[in-house]
């Protein structure tokens, strides 16, 4: 069978701007994993064609936005590089997360449209906890939940073969009117992952993507509140011999990236939650010709906190290290159950100064319970950590992720609101905002919005008074993948808290 994978298209969300932006978004970007690596499990089966997010489009892109899920918005969006894609095509995979999952129901109605009998799979972190929704919702004809490695490989052999895959864990299907829910499939364990083919970067465009992406762990020892990650409390993670072999793999394929700011992002929610792991995947990584291109990860502060991590980090090219704080204060760190404290922290901050302009510090605001005073208290928090330790802070407004503790409970904050809240961008509309920062006003909105500000303007101030002692060549900011750092402190970037009625265009994003 010939099989079309794809992503639903990236984009932004701009209030002023009135053009398409493409070439801006090409730097730093990278590509979908997911796409590639269930591209290499069923090629041999299979004729496989990736339709890549940085190739995919939608029109027209001048639409009320808070509209959208509507009947006369559906009638009117079109995909133009997908309905080409689809000649001579058996069977389409859609992926998409919860914020996009309006993207990709339209997606399949436009293919319906073309060819009512092509079937249809959803995979993805939203289609496995809303399989049942999506069923009874959409023109979706199968779901595939959970890592998809092994199902969509079994799904498709029964498909070509015209059977029911009523014995194919991990799948959910329509059948003479009702929702079928197979058995839940079993997460990999990491003999199973390092066993996988690697991913197919042969299929991968060029000249589009900044960054390439590589797996080497799943999962997560912890369980914060906020997050929607699958098998929180399971951590597996591939052993190094089978880390390297990937990295190895994707440096091979360094000359299709983009820009001068190339780069490996491991997407592991903890790269270094097994120290010695960690430890041994970098003195390989030392030793290996990695060309021009440098290493991103994400980890934890008691994690990072180990001195033979932060070690072995200064002996291998970093683009950046992700950092998860989230809260400033200990009774937010503690709501969110992340494990940590302002003054261990802090603590990290001053033993890894010398690695500071790789850290970016996350924090999130707004979360149902807090208050203006307590957003107020993580950016001040957050300015203390760039302003001290160095390294940039990035602010983000707190989004409501399916999945994650906060959804379970979100009745008793007062968001009765269920799987429709994602066939549209409701969840992006300042009404929403008031609804799942219940505690916060528009004027406090405001006030927060200003602080970001007023403490940036003070950094940038204080940098132009010192920029005397600076070499004119080396100027005190420098613009990295869209954030500007500074050599005595970041810049707090910040994420828009919703976006108004006036909203009325998609940026394709490629990052």
Not at 15 to 26: F, L, W
Not at 232 to 250: I, M, Y
Not at 293 to 321: Q, V
Request: hydrophobic letters at 40%; a negative charge; one cysteine or more.
């Amino acid at each position: 069978m010939e099989v079309l994978l794809t992503v639903t298209p990236r984009f932004e969300l701009h209030n002023d701007v009135r053009y398409i932006d493409v070439e801006s978004c090409k730097k730093g970007s990278r590509p979908s994993l997911a796409l590639y690596q269930l591209a290499s499990m069923i090629r041999e089966e299979h004729g496989v064609h990736v339709l890549d997010p940085a190739v995919s489009d939608f029109q027209p892109f001048e639409l009320d936005l808070m509209g959208l899920g509507g009947r006369d918005v559906l009638e009117g969006l079109r995909f133009p590089a997908l309905e080409k894609s689809i000649n001579s095509i058996d069977i389409v995979g859609i992926s998409a997360t919860s914020f996009e999952w309006f993207l990709a129901k339209i997606m399949a109605e436009r293919i319906k449209e073309i060819d009512p009998d092509l079937p249809i799979i959803a995979g993805g972190v939203h289609a496995t906890i809303a399989d049942e929704y999506i069923l009874e919702s959409s023109r979706v004809d199968y779901v595939v939940r959970g890592e998809g490695e092994k199902a969509l490989p079994e799904l498709l052999r029964f498909l070509q073969d015209d059977r029911i895959p009523k014995s194919v864990e991990g799948v959910s299907y329509r059948r003479d009117g009702t929702i079928v829910r197979n058995k839940d499939r079993s997460p990999m364990a990491a003999k199973e992952m390092e066993e996988l083919p690697l991913p197919a970067f042969d299929l991968m465009p060029s000249n589009l993507f900044g960054k390439l992406t590589l797996e080497t762990s799943r999962g997560c020892r912890f369980d914060c509140s906020f997050c929607s990650l699958l098998f929180r409390g399971l951590w597996r993670g591939l052993g190094p011999e089978a880390v390297l072999k990937r990295v190895e793999h994707a440096v091979s394929f360094a000359s299709k990236l983009y820009g001068d700011q190339k780069a490996i992002h491991f997407i592991d929610a903890t790269f270094v939650a097994d120290a010695k792991r960690a430890e041994t995947i970098f003195k390989g990584l030392k030793e290996m010709d990695l060309g021009d291109l440098r290493i991103a990860f994400e980890g934890r502060i008691n994690e990072m906190s180990n001195p033979d991590i932060l070690k072995h980090c200064k002996d291998i090219p970093i683009d950046y290290i992700v950092i998860g704080i989230e809260s400033g204060y200990d009774h937010g760190l503690r709501m969110i159950r992340k494990g940590i404290t302002t003054r261990s922290i802090e603590r990290f901050g001053s033993m890894a100064r010398s690695l500071s302009s790789y850290f970016r510090y996350g924090f999130i605001i707004g979360f149902p319970w807090e208050t203006k005073e307590d957003c107020l208290n993580t950016l001040a928090f957050a300015d203390r950590m760039v302003s001290k330790y160095g390294g940039l802070a990035v602010v983000g407004w707190y989004q409501l992720y399916p999945g994650s503790t906060i959804w379970n409970d979100r009745m008793q904050y007062g968001i009765n609101e269920g799987w429709e809240l994602f066939d549209s961008l409701h969840l992006r509309s300042q009404a929403f905002r008031f609804k799942i920062s219940p505690k916060l006003t528009e004027d406090d909105i405001l006030e927060i919005d200003k602080q970001i500000d007023k403490y940036n303007l003070i950094r940038i101030v204080n940098s132009s008074d010192r920029s005397e002692d600076n070499d004119a060549s080396s100027p005190i900011y420098t613009p990295t993948d869209g954030y500007f750092l500074s050599k005595m402190g970041g810049l707090i970037d910040k994420t828009q808290p919703y976006f108004d009625g006036q909203t009325k265009l998609f940026c394709l994003d490629r990052a």
